[in-house]
C-alpha cells in the first residue's frame, strides 16, 4: 500500500496527510477549502479536483471530516468506495455509517 486518497484537510487532516507523505507515500488530496489543498500540493501531494478523483488508483482512502452529515454524504451519496474514516462522531453515529457503509457493499471498520 503506497497509494492514500485523503479528504479533508483540516486541522486533523492536514497533519496526518502530511506525516503520510514524509512517510514515502503518494497521496492524492482534496478538501473544499482551496488553501488546505495547496498547503499540501506544496508539501509533495498531488491535488485531486473532487473527493471522487482523490479516490482514483489508490490503495486506500482516509477522511477527517468535521461531522456526521459530511461522513454521510461522502459514503453514502455515490461517490464509491472508501476505506477509512477517522472523523470523530457519537458512537450511535458511527455505528448507523458502518450499517448502512457495509450494506452498500464496502467494508467499514
Not at 13 to 36: E, Q
Amino acid at each position: 500500500m503506497k497509494n492514500v486518497g485523503f479528504i479533508g484537510l483540516g486541522n486533523m487532516g492536514g497533519p496526518m496527510a502530511i506525516n503520510l507523505i514524509k512517510a514515502g507515500f503518494s497521496v492524492s488530496v482534496f478538501d473544499l477549502v482551496p488553501t488546505s489543498v495547496e498547503r499540501l500540493t506544496a508539501a509533495g501531494a498531488q491535488a485531486a479536483a473532487s473527493a471522487e478523483a482523490a479516490v482514483q488508483n489508490v490503495d486506500v482512502v482516509i477522511s477527517m471530516l468535521p461531522a456526521s452529515k459530511h461522513v454521510e454524504s461522502l459514503y453514502l451519496g455515490g461517490s464509491g468506495s472508501f476505506n477509512q474514516d477517522c472523523t470523530w462522531h457519537p458512537d450511535h453515529r458511527l455505528q448507523h455509517h458502518r450499517t448502512r457503509i457495509n450494506a452498500e457493499g464496502c467494508r467499514c471498520g
